[in-house]
């Protein structure tokens, strides 16, 4: 069975600070790897997913395999980053089925 | 891209009563739904999915139901709630090996 494992539940920093958000995984195959925030007020929504290799609102994420990381990072944090923050895995081969970590609340501070 | 509509946005029901949520999608076609319940550092705990009308998969044994009487439509019910009931609940969607589009919520409050 997959896991993800967020091992902060709270991150804070100020503003232009460089921000790392932790995600580790279990899972034997080749997982697609997902980031998705949700902001106060709004719905969650994805930020960035690892086979895209976007750089999203300054966000990147690297998967490493040999570490089974997935984490996201920005060099220069702003207020407007201030969200929850939580990381998805899906299964290789199609799978529908998503396990998400417990998430990580970013507060960043003026 | 998809959108997903959920109402009520907050409902206070007292114990013992019923409940129906309602999910709709627009966007897409045969889409994977699920109702998920999420909880400060609990993250998204998924209750039920969906992978076509009437067929309901559940995860998680508990006093809650669902339903897709249609395509786009998800429905999360429960005859009698119960206090642990409470809780904010989400409707997504999704298609197979790609990302979930989540719907607003509903703030569930059991009195």
């Known amino acids: 069975a997959q896991r993800v494992t967020q091992p902060e539940k709270l991150l804070s920093v100020f503003k232009g600070a460089p921000v790392e958000l932790k995600c580790n995984y279990s899972?034997?195959?080749?997982?697609?790897l997902f980031w998705y925030v949700q902001y106060s007020r709004q719905r969650l929504q994805l930020l960035l997913r690892?086979?895209s290799r976007e750089s999203i609102k300054g966000f990147t994420a690297d998967l490493n395999k040999g570490e089974t990381s997935f984490h996201l990072k920005k060099p220069f944090a702003q207020e407007e980053d201030s969200a929850m923050y939580y990381c998805?895995?899906?299964?290789?081969?199609?799978?529908?089925?998503?396990?998400f970590g417990r998430g990580t609340s970013l507060i960043v501070h003026p | 891209s998809q959108t997903i509509h959920q109402w009520p946005a907050t409902l206070v029901q007292p114990v013992g009563s019923p409940l129906s949520l309602e999910c709709t999608v627009e966007?897409?076609?045969?889409?994977?739904l699920y109702w998920y319940r999420q909880a400060a550092g609990r993250g998204l705990q998924l209750l039920f999915y969906?992978?076509?009308?009437?067929?309901i998969s559940s995860e998680v044994p508990q006093n809650l139901s669902a339903s897709r009487p249609q395509d786009r439509q998800f429905i999360l019910s429960s005859k009698k709630l119960l206090l642990s009931d409470s809780g904010f609940y989400l409707c997504?969607?999704?298609?197979?090996?790609?990302?979930?589009?989540f719907g607003p919520g509903t703030r569930l409050t059991v009195t």
């Open positions: 997504a969607s999704g298609t197979d090996g790609y990302e979930q589009y």
């Open positions: 899972y034997s195959g080749s997982p697609e």
């Open positions: 690892h086979i």
């Open positions: 998805a895995l899906l299964a290789s081969g199609g799978s529908y089925i998503p396990t």
């Open positions: 966007g897409t076609s045969n889409p994977n």
């Open positions: 969906s992978v076509g009308i009437g067929q």
